[in-house]
Every structure is written in C-alpha cells, then in structure tokens.
C-alpha cells in the first residue's frame, strides 16, 4: 500500500500542528505505522490522499451511523449553508431538535444544544454540582466523558480513594474532587458513597464503555447505580455520546431500561457536525443560566447546519426498521469474525452490542479496565496493520470500539471476515 501522499503531509504537519494531529489517537502511536490522511469518504468507504480506499469501521468514531456523505444529509446541508451559517440567536430547528430528542429519550424532559460532547459532560457536572450543592463526582477508571478537567482523573494509589491527574495541568485539588470507582463493580462504589456521605453530586458514567474497548453493563450494574445514587442523593449521569441514537433510539438507557437523572450526547445527534447535548428532569435543567444560578453559554450551540445534520440523521434513524438492519450487520460480522479467530487459533474477547463491536486479545473475559488492559496490545498493532493494508479501516487502538453502519453491505462484511482469515493466518 503506498502512503507517500500522506507520508509527505505528516511532514509538514508535524512542523506546525503537534504530532500532525488535532486529536491524538489519530498520530497512530500505539499501532505505529503512518495515519492515512482523508482525501473523502462515501457510505461505507473512506478513500486517502494517496487513492487507497477502505472498508471503515471508524465511523469518525461514532456518528457516521448512516455511512458517509447520506445524500439525505448532504442535500439539507446543501440548503441550510444558503440560508447562512450561523446567527447567535433562536431557530426553528433547535426546537425541532429537541422535540426529537426527548420523544426518543424519556428521562430528557429537557435538553440543551452544546458543540462537543465534552461540553456536554463539563455543563453536566457543572450543573449536578450547581443543584445538589456537593462538589464530589464518581467516574470509573476507564471510561471516558472527553477532555474536561474533572473527569481527566484516575484511581489514587494504594489507601487512597480520591482520583489523581492524569493529564498535567489537571490541579491535584480538583482531581481530588473526582472519586474514581471500577466498572461492573457495584461494591466500589458503594465504599465511595460510605466513604463520603452527604458529598457527592453525581455518578458519571458511559452505560456501555466505549472507551477501554466495548464493555457491556453487567446484570445488575446500572440499575445498582441507580439505587445507589437516589437512596444517597446523588445525580446519575448517563455519558450516552457514543451510545445515544446507536444502540436504539432511547439509547443504552432504553436498551437496559434506567432511568438517569441527566444524559449526555453527541457525535450521532450532529451527523458528523460539532454537536453535543445535555439534558434531564425538567427540577434539574431548571438551574441553568438565564432560568438558575449555574453559568452555561455557546456561541456557535444550536448552530443550523449542526443542528440540520442531526436533525436529517436522527429521522432517517427513526424510520422502520434500522436497528434491526444495523443489528443484523453487525451480528453477521461478529460472527464470521469470531470464526476466523477461532479458525486461526488466537483466542480473543469477543463483544458486541448492537452494531458496537470490539475484540480484545486475550484469553480472560474482560468486565473493567483491568482487565481490558491484560490484552496483548503488540499482537493487536500487528492485526491493525494487516487489516490497514488489506484495505479495512478499524480504529488505531485495542482500546476503541468499532462500529457498523448501514451502508456495510453484506460484500463489504464478506471482504472484512476474508481479510481477518488472511491477516490472521499471516500473524
Ligand atoms: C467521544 C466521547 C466524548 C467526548 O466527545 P467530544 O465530542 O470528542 O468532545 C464524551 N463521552 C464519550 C463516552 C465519548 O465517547
């Protein structure tokens, strides 16, 4: 496969963007080997600068659940860029974004259009915060809410309880505001809420883990959350950014039947544009700024052409019959991909929900960080690379989820299960 193009604009990216990159799994640092740089993508393919086209299962890490460039999506697009970008003030179709939103999520009762799911999870805890008047947040280690300060925390060593930085510039005392429990394991937690009673406002976490690979809920998780938080007084905070509109409409609280305090969304609800969104009880959402104390703003929140984006992804979503097909796609893939493994002899975790798929390389399940973290990442970079050059595009890291789209056709899934028997057999 030749990358010479992308080769050469790495080059002089890195002289001016800090690793070449705006996002830093994008530097592919832990497969090595050189990012594509993406000249285009359509439905299921992203094509390089270089001419090489993939099968991608990237998805731009989550919102491209129709495939790229949905000629629905594009035409609106088309029609909203003529009618101005941007204007700083209310339209009509931030109010039907949010009719969408909380029909299809029945614990929004209201939502707030922001511009990254960040931004989402930051005004999240802002306003748990603001409203329960506790300033201590539970996470849990290996999941990931985006790049804000108190969530950027990991588990304290040894007796300690409270999380430390883990990001420099992160201040330790803000770190030790975020309490950091483990996935799956309810009794973490509820030494956390014993540990600090009266002091935490809010359990943020992602109800099916993305970002430590894909984690499933155990039986028993989310609705001991849900106990665990009300009988405390605690706010519980669904990161549904990767998972809202992708395991269903209602997301992975519809999926497992929780019902949480707040949501977070993103990716999806912006069809590829910055979007992000927070919302919940109507009591809660009634504390942010211009209606309560907690200070909340966007420029660019509700924009038109994010917000036309969405919108068009989330009615193409609501139409008879995605979810099964997305369902059926990606229970095709898993399974021939599974039996290629085990054809080949390599034993690896293999999960899925709905079209999120991930496999991890190892022979012990995996139900939280630790355990994710016993994958053999080498034996992963070599697989990555094989597929890269066989022309299938998955995301440079064990620990990343996968996804399928509605445009994977049945060839497309045919070539990706080819293409592992053959990487597989080259390993
Ligand atoms: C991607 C992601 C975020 C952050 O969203 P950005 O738009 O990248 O800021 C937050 N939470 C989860 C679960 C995510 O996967």
Not at 37 to 57: M, P, Q, S, W
Not at 108 to 120: H, I, P
Not at 376 to 398: C, H, K, V, W
């Amino acid at each position: 496969m030749k990358l010479d193009t992308s080769i050469a604009l790495m080059e002089r990216a890195r002289k001016i963007i800090p690793a070449g990159v705006n996002s830093p799994v994008r530097a592919y640092l832990s497969v090595g080997g050189h990012p594509p740089f993406i000249r285009e993508a359509k439905g299921a393919y992203i094509t390089d600068v270089d001419g090489n086209t993939y099968i991608d299962y990237v998805a731009s890490w989550g919102p491209m659940i129709l495939g790229h460039a949905h000629p629905r999506v594009v035409e609106a697009l088309n029609d909203a860029t003529r009618r101005g970008t941007s204007y700083g003030a209310p339209t009509p179709l931030e109010v039907e974004m949010a009719e969408e939103i909380v029909a299809a999520v029945p614990s929004m009762d209201w939502v707030r259009m922001v511009s990254s799911g960040t931004e989402a999870t930051m005004s999240a805890l802002r306003l748990a915060r603001g409203y329960t008047g506790h300033n201590k947040i539970i996470k849990f280690e290996g999941c990931y809410h985006g790049h804000v300060d108190s969530l950027l925390v990991k588990a304290g060593s040894g007796g300690m309880t409270f999380g430390t930085p883990d990001s420099a510039g992160v201040p330790q005392g803000l770190a030790r505001e975020t309490l950091v429990a483990r996935y799956n394991d309810l009794t973490s937690v509820e030494e956390l809420f014993m540990n600090y009673p009266g002091e935490i406002a809010a359990v943020i976490v992602e109800p099916i883990a993305g970002n430590m690979g894909m984690i499933p809920p155990g039986a028993g998780f989310l609705e001991g959350l849900r106990d665990m938080t009300r009988k405390n007084g605690a706010l519980l905070i669904f990161d549904e950014v990767i998972t809202g509109f992708r395991v269903g409409l209602s997301g992975a609280q519809g999926l497992y039947g929780i019902d949480p305090d707040m949501t977070c969304l993103g990716k999806i609800i912006g069809g590829g544009l910055p979007v992000g969104a927070f919302g919940g009880k109507s009591d809660i959402m009634k504390a942010i700024a211009p209606l309560g104390p907690v200070y909340q703003a966007g420029t660019l929140s509700g924009n038109p052409l994010a917000v036309t984006a969405g919108l068009t992804t989330l009615r193409i979503l609501k139409e008879e019959g995605v979810y099964k097909q997305l369902e059926e796609k990606a229970a095709y893939l898993a399974k021939g991909v599974k039996t290629a493994f085990k054809d080949a002899g390599i034993s690896i975790q293999s999960h899925r929900v709905g079209s999120m798929f991930c496999n991890f390389f190892t022979d012990t399940p995996v139900r939280d960080y630790d355990t994710a973290k016993a994958s053999d990442t080498g034996l992963f970079g070599r697989y990555f690379t094989g597929m890269l050059n066989e022309g299938i595009y998955m995301a440079p890291s064990q620990f990343e989820t996968g996804f399928v789209s509605l445009a994977h056709t049945r060839e497309d899934l045919d070539r990706t299960i080819e293409a592992v028997s053959k990487v597989l057999r080259g390993l």
